[in-house]
């Protein structure tokens, strides 16, 4: 089966890329451009691993194909931190032990950075909410929430 060529922004930056008409983005991202920040945890959708944005709008990677990604700005865990400067949301994470494994913890630092881009002040059951296709098997959630919010409220009080 022939290539598909693609050019699309990944983190600000532009990047062209060869893929198979089949091949997901998730697979795009993770083999052809070396980010394997999004990790596949189903495959189907239901666990928000693989979890970026697509012109600003979460997405499950696994179910978008890369040759979709034509013209789009992707952005990917990779691109939350500013060089080695962690972002305050990746900073509380740490502080909060808001992690344990890590396989989710990528997919739910992107989708609570969208969060809290649409929403910078959200309430707790705004947050779990938000979170509801983030699956996490170690954390219990807690602790997440807790950075979420304390990330909300340190965002808020520097603008």
């Known amino acids: 089966m022939s290539q598909i060529h693609v050019t699309a922004t990944v983190n600000g930056d532009e990047v062209e890329f060869l893929c198979d008409p089949r091949e997901t983005l998730l697979d795009v991202l993770r083999d052809r451009l070396g980010l394997t920040g999004a990790k596949e945890g189903c495959g189907t959708g239901d666990c928000g691993a693989c979890s970026v944005t697509v012109d600003d709008r979460l997405v499950c990677s696994c179910l978008m194909l890369g040759a979709e990604a034509e013209g789009?700005?992707?952005?990917?865990?990779?691109?939350?931190?500013?060089?080695?400067?962690?972002?305050p949301l990746q900073e509380k994470f740490i502080q909060h032990a808001a992690?344990?494994?890590?396989?989710?913890?990528?997919?739910?630092?992107?989708?609570?950075?969208?969060?809290?881009?649409?929403?910078?002040?959200p309430t707790e059951t705004e947050v779990r909410y938000w979170l509801a296709g983030n699956l996490c098997r170690c954390t219990g959630y807690d602790k997440i929430i807790r950075a979420v919010m304390d990330t909300a409220s340190d965002l808020r009080k520097a603008s």
């Not at 789009?72 to 972002?87: N, Q, R």
């Not at 992690?99 to 002040?121: F, H, R, S, Y």
């Open 99 to 121: 992690l344990q494994c890590g396989v989710c913890t990528p997919g739910i630092l992107v989708a609570t950075k969208a969060l809290l881009e649409t929403n910078p002040d």
């Open 72 to 87: 789009k700005s992707i952005g990917t865990v990779e691109g939350i931190a500013d060089g080695e400067t962690l972002h």
